[in-house]
């Protein structure tokens, strides 16, 4: 890719907690706080790493961090619950320095999903680990170990109640109105050097069927990044993302046409995914600073921070 772009800001952080049926009519004027609130406070973490000089990749593991220890979202504490009533959850992680990854999927004793991603990124020789072998390996890497019930929370529990009512018992239907089911969360960041990265964690989709593992580990499906380009996470109906590789797919649009990186976002999140009936967002940013945050669903939680320190937190269209 050609630089044809003045850079924008030095550094940045934009970050998401999942899209989804995020109406303004099912909310409460106090939900809606804490979610600004802690959107805020994830974005803050991150921002005060950057400020100082440090790396990308810690400043989207602190802002997950914050996301995943919330009962807010999907993710962490919070994650919902499979067909058979368990947790199991998925992230990723990337470099886009070196292109170097790291993720998991179906843990269910890692407190903290996003940073046993990084653990397989930066210690270990694999990109994907999996199930039982994901979670020993984040235990030998010295990282907190929870018991399976502190992923279980009552709100989430109510929901795989909802979802088996309406799903009849069958786990994961591919319908149209599935999108209430989503709450990933995500963060991509610039750094002072000029490196991007991005990761990416989730409990995956409300009655899913035990084993299955979404975009979410998915590197270039839900996570991407690339210091030619830019640095994606992705949030919506996992199956669609990678089949059509979303995260991947914008950065490609950059790199071989030279596309601007929001009018990429924006075509492979309204455009193709969106007439292939999959349903989501990603937020992002490019090696420039551009942030773009597309999404074809009701709402997303969103925000971003640039330089100047001023927060900004998005929950509806
Ligand atoms: N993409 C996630 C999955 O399919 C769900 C989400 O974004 O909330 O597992």
Redesign the pocket.
């Known amino acids: 890719m050609t630089d044809t772009q003045e850079k924008q800001v030095e550094y940045a952080l934009v970050i998401h907690g999942?899209?989804g049926t995020i109406l303004k009519k099912n909310m409460t004027p106090d939900l809606e706080k804490q979610y600004h609130g802690k959107l805020k406070e994830a974005l803050l973490a991150g921002y005060n790493i950057l400020q100082d000089g440090g790396t990308s990749i810690d400043a989207v593991e602190a802002a997950i961090i914050i996301m995943e220890d919330s009962p807010l979202f999907?993710a962490g504490k919070g994650a919902v619950f499979t067909n058979d009533g368990h947790n199991e959850l998925?992230a990723s992680f990337m470099d886009g320095k070196t292109q170097n990854a790291g993720a998991v999927g179906g843990v269910r004793r890692v407190k903290n999903p996003i940073q046993a991603a990084r653990a397989v990124l930066e210690k270990s020789k694999h990109v994907l680990l999996t199930g039982k072998g994901a979670d020993v390996f984040a235990k030998e890497q010295g990282l907190t170990m929870v018991d399976t019930s502190y992923f279980h929370t009552e709100r989430r529990w109510k929901s795989l109640q909802n979802a088996k009512t309406k799903e009849g018992g069958n786990s994961l239907i591919l319908s149209e109105d599935d999108n209430y089911k989503?709450?990933?969360v995500g963060a991509a960041a610039l750094d002072k050097a000029g490196n991007l990265a991005a990761g990416t964690s989730?409990g995956?989709?409300t009655n899913k069927r035990y084993g299955r593992i979404?975009?979410?580990p998915i590197i270039g499906a839900?996570t991407y990044a690339n210091n030619n380009t830019c640095a994606i996470s992705?949030?919506?109906?996992?199956e669609y993302?990678m089949r059509y590789l979303v995260a991947y797919d914008i950065s490609a649009m950059m790199e071989y046409k030279e596309v601007p990186f929001k009018e990429a976002a924006d075509h492979i999140i309204n455009d193709k995914l969106k007439t292939a009936g999959g349903s989501?967002g990603v937020i992002g940013i490019d090696k420039y600073g551009n942030i773009a945050m597309p999404f074809n669903t009701a709402g997303m939680y969103r925000g971003y921070i640039l330089p100047d320190g001023e927060v900004k937190t998005f929950l509806y269209k």
């Open positions: 999942g899209a999907n998925d989503y709450g990933t989730t995956g989709m979404g975009d979410s839900g992705s949030t919506g109906h996992g993302f989501g």
